[in-house]
């Protein structure tokens, strides 16, 4: 599970103790283990979960002697109290609608419930999937991800100029202010004849204001994915020295034993956010409707 092979396992064993260990041994060791994360993989959801991120990372795996492509789909979310869960993780054959769907309803059926806001990057399929299974939730897209999108039409040398006008669309103080410093920003791109950036801005800026319907306090945190993407670069760290895997399923255990490691520490025990300014918040909507 720590990307060490049985063949390695054995010249570790014989160096430490002089003994070899079987691969029958580490083969059903390995069974238990796998046996305590797909019960930890499958366990219920408790309670309301407001913030859902969701994220995949792409691994190798070889099939038929060639090495392809897997897709690992990765849930954390802030439950209701302000701490972080590892809701769920999943193999995908690819980050596609019907890979998201499928994930989705996964969660669903364990019982992920109460989500008002779910994080995520522009992937495909992604926010169709979402209205089918929770129509009441926004989605936010990750602000960063979009800067690259628009960055990848722009020169390098005008990269720095183009990424401080972004910023200072995400600075307003509220929405209304937001969309308005837009349209001077497109004024501007168009201006500097780069249409494309403006074209990327004009049709997409709205996907990235979601988090100012929600507490001021806990903007920086739910408008990017960066809390999820921490955790995967943690796995990816891990699951290199693997290469590519035998088969999807090794690859799943691994990210996910890394992942219900990671739950178990101050990640996951530690406040992350006062979830009291949320209802304080839907409190004061309640009233002045």
Known sequence: LTGVSVRRVEDITQALWGTRVSPGTVSNLN????????KWCNRSIEGSIPYVYLDGIVLKRTWAEQVRNISVLVAIGVDAEGYRQVLGVREGTKEDKAGWTGFLRHLKKRGLKGVELIISDACIGLFESIGDFY????????IVHF???????VPRGRVKKVAMMLKAIHASEDREAANEKALSVIKKLKKQKLPKAAKKLEDSIHETLAYYDFPSEHWRRIRTNNPLERILR?????????GAFPDGNSALMLVAARLRHIAGTKWGTRRY????LLTELKNEEEIAA
């Open 135 to 142: 129509p009441e939730a926004k989605w936010q897209r990750c």
């Open 273 to 276: 956010l006062n979830m009291g």
């Open 234 to 242: 943690e796995v990816r760290r891990r699951t290199r020295v693997v």
């Open 31 to 38: 069974k238990k283990i796998y046996e305590r994360i797909e």
């Open 147 to 153: 800067y690259r999108n628009v960055f990848s039409v």
